[in-house]
């Protein structure tokens, strides 16, 4: 069974930075085909934010996040990040890591992040 555990998530300012990391175990990463993080904030439907897929590294990046946030992955440490630049108080919401691997989806119980001045 695979895990993941998210980290990274904090209070930020706007336009401030944060790393988000989501360590996996269970699997390697060569049985992920997937990898991306989704986002829900309170009272509001869940979001894809970013993916990735291992067949040709084809990446996803939802509309208001592009150019400011980036996916990435440490296949040697089994880990899948994302850097999230310039933030804005919309970007304020739970954020979960999301793999796809062995024909089933997996998420971890995420990590908090909060945009505020």
């Known amino acids: 069974q695979l895990q993941l555990v998210e980290s990274g998530g904090g209070l930020v300012q706007p336009g401030g930075s944060l790393r988000l990391s989501c360590a996996t175990s269970?699997?390697?990463?060569?049985?992920?085909?997937?990898i991306g993080w989704f986002r829900q904030a309170p009272g509001k439907a869940r979001e894809g934010v970013s993916c990735?897929?291992?067949?040709?590294?084809?990446?996803y990046y939802k509309d208001s996040v592009k150019g400011r946030f980036t996916i990435s992955r440490d296949n040697v440490r089994n880990r899948v990040f994302l850097r999230m630049n310039s933030r804005k108080t919309e970007d304020t919401a739970g954020y979960y890591c999301?793999?796809?691997?062995?024909?089933?989806?997996?998420w971890g119980q995420g990590t908090q992040v909060t945009v505020s001045s």
């Open positions: 999301d793999v796809r691997a062995r024909g089933s989806a997996f």
């Open positions: 269970g699997y390697t990463s060569d049985d992920y085909y997937a």
């Open positions: 990735m897929r291992s067949s040709n590294n084809n990446i």
